[in-house]
């Protein structure tokens, strides 16, 4: 009977430890998966990021050259370290860019079972949008009449010289006064002005206030004339297109905002000059998309559609 006991015991402690072995290689596995599948979540993570930063900046060049699209993208995956990364890069209708970026990620538990690596795919679209919200921008606008042709040059008048309504483009978007236009025109309108906002236009006389902002602007762009593809020049306003709200019979008294555009100094003004020349130049920049039908008149906003 003593020999039976014995050999229970015996058995039962070879179960304990056969059940022992079973969950010790069960946690293994667990925690093998754990630290495989979060390394794997973490490169993916970096490089879904990567992509969407590379497909962001790239969208921004759109409006300039495909060149200029390829660089930028190239240098946001160099600044990440995924430049080999890359298996595609392209402008899709005129007004995308996709990023596909892939890797072989190294894995530890899996080695085990004779896997060194895991591919991993992520892609990236971003989207010009026409742009429907914006701040900064100055406190000049072009009627929505005016066809708006890259490459011509256009003048901005700021006297009542040119027009029997008596608006002119000048608007009051921080308050009248020739000072807070002045200050508006340098600086840009630091909230946020939407399609559908009633503004007020300017009176009196703005020309000096008009050729100070202008001198400040092009004083304070450090690139040649001509360069406006640069992202900090201050020869590019971002002005606003509007059609009329509230018109007496001499003088229109408020504006609805119907868009944006961007314009850029091209020459400085003369002592006499009443009229800011330039050309009104496609851009992506900061802001929201339009929620609504807006023409596109060249300002854009980006966005991440995938």
């Given at each position: 009977m003593r020999s039976i006991f014995k050999r229970l015991k015996r058995q039962e402690k070879g179960n304990i430890a056969l059940l022992?072995?079973?969950?010790?290689?069960?946690?293994?596995?667990?925690?093998?998966?754990?630290?495989?599948?979060?390394?794997?979540?973490?490169?993916?993570?970096?490089?879904?990021?990567?992509?969407?930063a590379a497909a962001l900046s790239g969208a921004q060049e759109i409006p300039n050259t495909e060149a200029a699209v390829n660089q930028v993208v190239a240098d946001v995956l160099a600044s990440h370290e995924e430049t080999t990364s890359?298996?595609?890069?392209?402008?899709?209708?005129?007004?995308?860019?996709?990023?596909?970026?892939?890797?072989?990620?190294?894995?530890?538990?899996?080695?085990?079972?004779?896997?060194?690596?895991?591919?991993?795919?992520?892609?990236?679209?971003?989207?010009?949008?026409v742009m429907g919200a914006a701040k900064d921008a100055v406190?000049?606008?072009?009627?929505?009449?005016?066809?708006?042709?890259?490459?011509?040059?256009?003048?901005?008048?700021?006297?009542?010289?040119?027009?029997?309504?008596?608006?002119?483009?000048?608007?009051a978007l921080e308050g009248p006064g020739a000072k807070l236009y002045g200050e508006t025109l340098k600086e840009g309108f630091g909230?946020?002005?939407?399609?559908?906002?009633?503004?007020?236009?300017?009176?009196?006389?703005?020309?000096?206030?008009?050729?100070?902002?202008?001198?400040?602007?092009?004083?304070?762009?450090?690139?040649?004339?001509?360069?406006?593809?640069?992202?900090?020049?201050?020869?590019?306003?971002?002005?606003?297109?509007?059609?009329?709200?509230?018109?007496?019979?001499n003088q229109l008294k408020s504006v609805e905002v119907t868009g944006f555009a961007y314009f850029y100094i091209t020459e400085p003004m003369s002592n006499n000059d009443t009229s800011i020349k330039g050309e009104f130049i496609e851009r992506a920049g900061t802001g929201l998309p339009a929620q609504q039908t807006v023409n596109d008149r060249g300002a854009y906003t980006i966005t991440l559609i995938e």
């Open positions: 022992m072995a079973v969950a010790l290689g069960g946690m293994l596995l667990m925690v093998g998966l754990v630290i495989d599948g979060g390394h794997l979540f973490m490169s993916k993570s970096h490089l879904q990021k990567t992509a969407n890359l298996q595609e890069s392209v402008i899709e209708q005129g007004k995308q860019v996709k990023v596909v970026l892939q890797k072989e990620v190294p894995v530890f538990f899996a080695t085990l079972f004779g896997v060194d690596s895991i591919p991993i795919t992520v892609k990236a679209t971003a989207s010009l949008q406190p000049l606008g072009v009627d929505e009449s005016v066809e708006l042709i890259p490459g011509k040059i256009y003048e901005l008048k700021v006297d009542a010289g040119d027009s029997i309504s008596g608006n002119f483009g000048v608007l909230e946020q002005i939407k399609v559908g906002d009633i503004i007020n236009t300017q009176t009196g006389n703005i020309a000096g206030a008009t050729r100070e902002g202008i001198k400040h602007r092009i004083d304070n762009c450090p690139y040649p004339s001509g360069e406006y593809h640069h992202r900090d020049c201050s020869r590019i306003m971002l002005v606003l297109v509007y059609k009329p709200h509230s018109q007496t019979t």
